[in-house]
């Protein structure tokens, strides 16, 4: 369904499935939709005693057309495990995340990073074809470097998640360095780069607190200091995850 209203209807509406759901059975909510809204589905369906899973899917048509979909899933675990094989067969990537919302958190993490990134590469490639390459050939170049060879959400594990920035991969002041000539010829260009400016000014902010010689992720505790987090997690279970994906 395009979104929570819809949900909301088909729902809870007059002739919604909560009015025709018998006691025990399970609605998934298979859409992007808001965890407050689905936490109060939870609720309502709960008093009829009807199980909730939210089950947001990414993979898009192409996916769904090879049976290649992700979804997560939040509710009761023990009911996502009882049916597992009714989520296996709508996709190849059902997992578990945990209590109800959760499905949905993930889903609008994926979705709004996949959308920002979009925006920066949008700013980043406008500049390189104003400055005179081929995008077709900038393409192909950029594809090869270390953040092309690798896929996005992997690269969080060698420091982010692990709060591990010592020994630094490429130190700080190296990145800043790049950012800063990066901004530099789209101002020569005249080409607005908000988003990197916005990058710009997180590793300056970095720089500041004398994290030059730290990995150039650091920056990225700036945002958790904002946020009120605590991100930690154990470098085994993340070396597990990525085994687990043959990585």
């Not at 609720?43 to 947001?56: I, N, Q, T």
């Not at 675990?77 to 499905?103: S, T, W």
């Not at 630094?168 to 990145?175: S, V």
């Not at 020569?188 to 970095?206: D, F, I, Q, W, Y």
């Amino acid at each position: 369904l395009p979104g929570p209203p819809e949900v909301q209807e088909v729902a809870l509406g007059p002739n919604g499935l909560l009015a025709g759901m018998k006691d025990g059975s399970a609605y998934f909510d298979l859409s992007t939709n808001s965890p407050t809204l689905v936490r109060e589905l939870n609720r309502r369906f709960s008093e009829k005693h009807v199980y909730m899973l939210d089950s947001p899917v990414s993979g898009g048509p192409r996916g769904a057309a090879s049976g290649r979909l992700a979804l997560w899933i939040g509710g009761d675990e023990q009911i996502f495990n009882r049916h597992k094989k009714v989520l296996d067969a709508i996709g190849d990537q059902a997992r578990y995340i945990g209590p109800i919302g959760a499905g949905s958190v993930a889903k609008l993490v994926h979705n709004c990073a996949g959308y920002a990134i979009q925006t920066c590469l949008a700013e980043v490639f406008t500049m390189g074809v104003k400055a005179g390459v081929e995008p077709l050939a900038l393409w192909e170049a950029v594809r090869q470097g270390a953040g092309g060879r690798r896929r996005t959400f992997d690269a969080l594990g060698d420091h982010f998640l692990t709060d591990s920035y010592d020994p630094p991969d490429f130190a700080l002041r190296l990145a800043h360095k790049d950012v800063t000539l990066a901004t530099e010829l789209a101002r020569e260009l005249k080409v607005p780069m908000p988003m990197a400016n916005l990058a710009h000014g997180e590793l300056t902010a970095a720089l500041n607190r004398g994290w030059d010689g730290r990995d150039s992720r650091v920056a990225m505790q700036l945002q958790k200091e904002r946020a009120g987090v605590t991100i930690k997690v154990d470098p085994a279970a993340v070396k597990a995850a990525l085994e687990r994906d043959g990585k």
